[in-house]
């Protein structure tokens, strides 16, 4: 009888030479480990076993099953002790089923015979894929509705013993590379010119031919081969190098079955002459000159009835003859299809164009796998085995899981090629005489190195100075002007900063605007948009390029000159942004500029300014660098400051350095050199007599001195600094002296008084809009709730704290939030919860190096530990905290000293003295990183499901941290 059915048709591809590689005995176990893998499949895609040799012929009610079916099958191979691949075809159709009597399938007959056409089109369907592919017609696909299948015609196919071409379909997951078919003997690939089908192979075209292979770009070459079909003219933008010509011909080169008339390239970089644009196409594609008729009307008279892809190639340089060339043709041949490449759009009507960016870079701690996979990587790699075939990237050892030292090296040496293909291949042409870590270090000379390559490349491709000369010659002279002085800026600008540092004369703003616009359509700068204005910014390669010119012109100076004043006035109206309401949205603009400012500050360290404007710098920037763990950065410029003899003369300036290098040294838990600091900034203001500086000096020495443990001296230094606050009026400094109080307070275990300055430091902070002190205040109340035991009011002031912090940017402040709000789930016995707050929080203080409360978390995950039973890791975990306490000389408060106390006493209980001294000393010989580590398990615990409460030992009251506020 005859009814429609599905049938799958499988071969495992190249099965014989692995049987001569392996042998026949173990070709047979792996062919045992196929049917088997290939059989247990079946009952869950509803199919039936019909035939078998080095595949299967496998038959299905519907297409569906059959195809998830193919799907899964691709994927066990792979699994497989011996990983395998085979290729499949699916066809729908009518077939005639007969089953064997029992007598023939006892003398070895198949139980079930298929007859029919459907029969012989799976098979040759199938011989037309590729290992690991999985092809169907239009009558499988059209059955296919509702699957959650990824879909892709590779056009149609003449096939032997067919009468009519079959449209052939890849189905394959989502994130697959669909690649279309080889042509072969059984099967070709035809596209239809009028009434006939013409093999694609018989295309005419003059695509010249590729020597090398097509790397990188699959992503724009799949979305541009979906654009083509709909767009007339699609426009390639990029610089010079970044492969814009290979892309379009790789993309004409798999497109051609698309255009029965074919691919055509016009190459225009030889001509100087816009008169020779039309001649040079009409020359490219046999079109020929006709008396008293002008040529472009008769090229557009041949185009006009085809159907082809045309290619006109480096239009920058010629861009309004290209452009006329274009428009005519398009306007008169409406099937022509263009791809055109420059440095800046053609201007057409119904032109798309399509930015052409570096090679995505591998990323800082990728794995190997990740590494190979990279485009640049993988582009490195492939022109460098064209001049060394014996180049090889060391693997890693066995078992561990890090990139090898070489792929490291490779990666790296791609970061810094920054993903310019030409770059890139110029770089690999050097190891015919270089080794990798040479041409890496080689790169400081960029321009110099990057020579080589083909002596068939353009002149202009023959080095990267070269190839940065043919853009730069194309400018007019305010654009190389402006190209040159944009050359100082690090990591991106505004057009503000653009026309402030740039718009001298001849420059002025108008021009400036103008300028940047040009040069960003010339793709010398790429340009996003943020915060609703244009971002601009250069590739290292030709920043370093544009300094090369304008230190040619003598104008280096002045313009670094202008560009350090400009972002001092940025930095200063950042240190009053982040004191104001609006902190998170200056900490964001801090950001965004950092480079700029790093640029701007270096400056001024080496004494081509004023050297007061390094220190003025730094104290602009402190409670950026502070807020967002950048006090190491803070630091180092501050030393640099303090070294300049101009500053050692000054007691205003030493003053000013003095106290920021104090503030940063104390956000990150050195508490001695912020005192030493500190007192000496204080001697340089009382004899400088400015009270407001001394009263904020007075205000920080009294923090310092707490972190000390000396709560007297603290006090008194505070009291002395709120009466010169109150006296000058200055409520922004009588809220931080109330906090400090409050702090203060804390430590003494005056829990009534410290919520007295406390609350009124929160009125003052709202109302000033301090959003800092306002977290920070809420986060001592918290504390204060928390020790006396009100742990759900604690936990509302905690999570208020947690989210001003958010609101405001400000990390160090989040993460002591969650810290506390860690604490007060470990009580109520959430140790998932504490888990998950005490990570965050770690990290934090891991990145900005807060050295005393990364103690402070190792002191919750030893309560953590023993909470989940496991007092052994708690008892470590103690000990080292105690032991880096002890390095660093810093001191409990003594409330927190009790707690500590009683916390241990109940470790040394449960363990006995004997054990519990073994377990303590575990961790003290490391180094705090090492202590860290060991937090890992208690963290693995909480979720692994282990119970939250121990069963050796009574719950541990909350260890000790130090003095609060400590921030």
Known sequence: MTTIKALLLTDVVDS??????????????????????????????RGREIDKTDGMLLLFDSAIDAAGYAQAYHHALRRLPVAL????????????????????????????????????????????????????????????????????SHGHWAMKGVAEPIELFEIGDPDARFVPPADGDKAHRVVRSGERWLPVAQIPNNLPRQMTSFVGRE???????????????????????????????????????????????????????????????AQALGVREQPDRPLIDTLCA????????????????????????????LRAAPQVRVVASSRTPLDLPGEQSYPILPLPLPRAGDPQAALRQSSAVRLFVERARAHRPDFEVGEADAGVAA???????????????????????????????????????????????????????????????????????????????????????????????????????????????????????????????ADGAPRYRMLETIR????????????????????????????????????????????????????????AIALALSGAVDAFIAVKFAVALMAFWALRGYSSEGRAVVRAALALPAVQASDLAHAHAAYVGAALAQSQ???????????????LRRRLDHPVEIAATLSTLSLARLQGGDAQGAAACELEARDIFLALEDRQGEAIGLLHLGQIAVYQGDLPQAQSHLEGCLTLARALGQREVEGEADLLLGQCLFDADRTPQAQALLERSLAVCRGAADRRGEAHALHWLGRVALRAGNVDAAAAHLAQALQTF????????????????????????????????????????????LVRSPVRERQWGRFVDALRATLQEVEFGREWRVLQSGDLAAALRACAPALRSSRDGVPTTAPRAPAPPTPANPAPGSR
């Open 85 to 152: 691949e085979a290729r499949a075809g699916l066809h729908l159709g009518p077939v005639s089923l007969r089953e064997n009597s029992a007598a023939d399938v006892a003398r070895g007959a198949k139980p079930l015979e298929v007859e029919g056409l459907a029969k012989p089109i799976a098979a040759r369907v199938m011989s037309a894929a590729r290992g690991g592919q999985t092809l169907a017609t239009a009558e499988a696909v059209h059955s296919l509705d509702g699957a959650a299948l990824r879909l892709q």
């Open 219 to 281: 992503k724009e070459l799949a979305d541009l081969a979906s654009r083509l079909p709909r767009a007339h003219l699609i426009t390639l933008l990029g610089m010079g190098g970044m492969g814009k010509t290979r892309l379009a011909l790789q993309l004409a080169a798999e497109t051609l079955p698309l255009f029965a008339d074919g691919a055509w390239f016009v190459d225009l970089s030889p001509l100087r002459d816009p008169a020779l644009v039309v001649p040079e196409a």
């Open 403 to 529: 990139p090898s030292a070489q792929w490291v090296e490779l990666a790296r040496l791609v970061a810094r090629l920054e993903g310019i293909p030409l770059a890139i291949e110029l770089a690999a042409a050097r190891l015919r005489t270089l080794e990798l870590d040479e041409i890496d270090a080689g790169l400081e000379r960029r321009f110099a190195l990057l020579e080589g390559g083909s002596r068939k490349l353009q002149p202009r491709q023959r080095t990267m100075h070269a190839l940065v000369d043919w853009s730069y010659d194309l400018l007019d002279d305010d654009e190389r002007l402006l190209l040159n002085r944009l050359g100082v800026f690090v990591g991106g600008f505004d057009a503000q900063a653009a026309s402030a540092v740039c718009g001298a004369a001849p420059l002025d703003e108008l021009r400036v605007a103008g300028g940047l616009a040009s040069l960003a359509e010339k793709s010398l700068m790429t340009s996003a948009a």
């Open 544 to 599: 370093d390029y544009a300094l090369e010119k304008l230190g040619d012109q003598g104008e280096d100076r002045a313009t670094a000159q202008r560009h350090c004043d400009y972002f001092f006035v940025q930095a200063k109206a950042i240190r009053d942004g982040i004191n104001g309401a609006e902190q998170a949205a200056w900490i964001g603009r801090a950001e965004v500029d950092l480079d700029n400012l790093r640029q």
């Open 846 to 889: 891991g990145d900005f190096e807060m050295r005393e409360e990364l103690i402070e978390a190792l002191e919750a995950h030893a309560e953590m530990a023993t909470r989940l039973g496991d007092i052994g890791l708690g008892a470590r975990l103690a000990g080292a905290a105690q032991e880096q306490r002890n390095r660093l000389q």
């Open 669 to 683: 838990s050195d508490h001695g050199q912020a005192r030493q600091l500190l007192e000496l900034c204080l001697a």
């Open 302 to 329: 041949a185009l006009k009835p085809r159907r082809m892809l045309l290619i006109v190639d480096n239009c920058e340089h010629l861009i309004e003859a290209a452009g006329d060339l274009i428009d005519a043709v």
């Open 16 to 45: 014989t030479r692995l049987s001569e590689h392996i042998g026949d005995e173990a070709m047979a176990a792996v062919w045992a480990a196929h049917d088997r893998t290939a059989r247990d499949l079946l009952p869950a895609w």
